[in-house]
Nanobody, 115 residues
Framework: QVKVVESGGGLVQPGGSLTLSCVASGRDFEKYIMAWYRQGPGQQRELVGI???????DYADSVKGRFNISRDNAKNTVYLQMDNLKSDDTAVYYC?????????WGPGTQVTVSS
């Protein structure tokens, strides 16, 4: 069982920046594929971006050029750096861990973009 916990959410003004963190337990973190999802009000959960075990990343078109995912295997942590935030980015952000056939989710952290 892998425990996943997000942190760093909050209220930010449009155009501002925020960095989310996600810690996943276990000794094989470097083998985990990590992803960030989000679910806005009244919307379905959607993929924001993913970082492979190699460190390669891919992003949803809506966040390309504004969001960046990185990982620190020594700290069992993945980060989501969000810049130039827009009101449409308001959502609960979830961290997702994939390891072999298993998928684990964190409880989510709220990000609200508003003036």
């Amino acid at each position: 069982q892998v425990k996943v916990v997000e942190s760093g959410g909050g209220l930010v003004q449009p155009g501002g920046s925020l960095t989310l963190s996600c810690v996943a337990s276990g000794r094989d973190f470097e083998k985990y594929i990590m992803a960030w999802y989000r679910q806005g009000p009244g919307q379905q959960r959607e993929l924001v971006g993913i970082i492979e075990t190699t460190g390669s990343t891919d992003y949803a078109d809506s966040v390309k050029g504004r969001f960046n995912i990185s990982r620190d295997n020594a700290k069992n942590t993945v980060y989501l750096q969000m810049d130039n935030l827009k009101s449409d980015d308001t959502a609960v952000y979830y961290c997702n861990t994939r390891y072999h056939v298993y998928t684990y989710w964190g409880p989510g952290t709220q990000v609200t973009v508003s003036s």
